[in-house]
């Protein structure tokens, strides 16, 4: 008898198609927050209206703004958020941005929570991996102030209550979890991902399709992920390319970020695999966006699963609308479509690298969990190897 559990987020509600200003606003009053702080990226602050637009709505309740985000969140940067948001003490945070930025808002949440000041106090707060594979996760208090999420791309980071940071001592990207680090409120809103590049709204949303197809290609796999996942597909298939044909089209914009919100609810409720999991230490160690290392790595992952999971694969394949065919080969057909990087090489990845990719990969948990069993690093150095 099928058997598992899915559990819900503490999250209230996702607000969607509503102009962004507006709906903080009406989020901050129905919440009773006072005192709002804005946390993104200086490329989103200081070249687009949007942060402007939601600091002059939000009015006698701005609290402050940290515009200092990076890619990959690496821990200084968490820590210098944290340092600011404790200053200001704010009632409720505004993430806005893409997962980076999300990303960070989560981590500084724990440090918060935890009192953490310094690399070593984080070092001792991310989950980690025993030798048989089992994980290790800190029991987190409960974050003093909980976050408003406003996606700017599509990797779906909004949606769950796992936060990566990078350590820039080690080189790795270290996973961080809480009981309620997750957005407590989502909005939705198509206008604002227009200033977003096309190189990162498309890149990400191959993030999110890799979202979909590892929880339903997943050891664990469950109808509610099933469900969620393979309408994402559906909707990606027929949204995607009117993004990248029409950038201005903002009913097909809205379709991705509604997908991916069906994408990224599975974070967490099922065991991803090896896409995601290589894919972290790539984004750490070698610094590839993770959206490219998605693009890069799914089809050769879903080609080396084949032998554990077809059946599975062939439900990816007909979502995508090409029933019949290799999941491998429908995934690739839609990365080559919205014009994204396919090769290890084409994100600068230099040979020599592979071996330590693939020896650190061995300590991350999807990679862990594939659904076709990894052994050591010379399985990654297959897989990574077909990458190339």
């Known amino acids: ?64 703004l940290f515009d200092a985000c990076k890619a990959h969140s690496p821990w200084q940067s968490v820590l210098a958020a944290a ?85 820039e001592r080690t080189g790795v990207k270290e996973a961080f979890t809480g009981p309620d680090i997750c957005a407590r409120t989502v909005i939705l809103d198509p206008a604002v991902t227009v200033y977003t590049p096309e190189w990162l709204w498309l890149s990400t949303s191959v993030r999110s399709v890799d ?37 201005q089209d903002l009913p097909a914009r809205l379709d991705c970020l509604l997908a991916v919100w069906m994408a990224a609810s599975t974070i967490q409720k099922v065991q991803f695999g090896a896409s995601h999991g290589i894919g972290h230490v790539l984004g750490g160690l070698c610094g590839v966006p993770h ?30 609308g090409r029933p019949g065919e290799p999941a491998a080969d429908a995934v690739a057909a839609l990365i080559a479509a919205l014009g994204q990087p396919q090769r290890l090489r084409d994100a600068g990845v230099a040979r020599d690298a592979l071996p330590k990719i693939a020896a650190l990969a061995m300590d991350n948990m999807w990679v862990r969990a594939n659904p076709r069993r990894i052994e050591g690093p010379a399985d990654v150095m297959e897989i990574l190897d077909a990458a190339y």
């Open 291 to 320: 959206g490219h290392t998605s693009c890069i790595l799914l089809p050769h992952v879903l080609r080396w699963n084949a032998p554990a999971n077809a059946a599975r694969q062939a439900m990816v394949a007909a979502a995508l």
């Open 211 to 247: 979202h979909a197809v590892e929880a339903i290609c997943a050891a664990d796999a469950q109808p509610m992920t099933d469900a969620l996942a393979l309408h994402a597909l559906r909707l990606f298939s027929a949204c995607l390319p009117r993004t990248r044909a029409q950038p």
């Open 1 to 64: 008898m099928l058997s598992g559990v899915y559990a819900y987020l503490p999250q209230d509600r996702v607000v969607f198609g509503q102009p962004v200003a507006e709906a903080v606003a009406a989020e901050c009053e129905r919440l009773g927050a006072g005192r709002a702080f804005i946390v993104a990226a200086r490329s989103l602050s200081a070249k687009t209206p949007v942060v402007d637009a939601i600091r002059t709505r939000l009015g006698h309740r701005f609290a402050g």
């Open 83 to 167: 340092a600011a948001v404790s200053a200001a003490r704010p009632d409720i945070l505004v993430s806005v941005g893409g997962g980076s930025v999300v990303d960070t808002v989560k981590v500084l949440q724990i440090c918060l929570a935890e009192n953490a000041r310094t690399p070593d106090d984080l070092a001792r707060l991310h989950i980690r991996l025993n030798p048989d594979g089992s994980r290790q996760v800190p029991a987190i208090r409960p974050s003093p102030v909980r976050q408003i999420a406003v996606p700017t791309t599509l990797s779906g980071a909004e949606f769950s209550n796992m936060g990566g940071a990078y350590d």
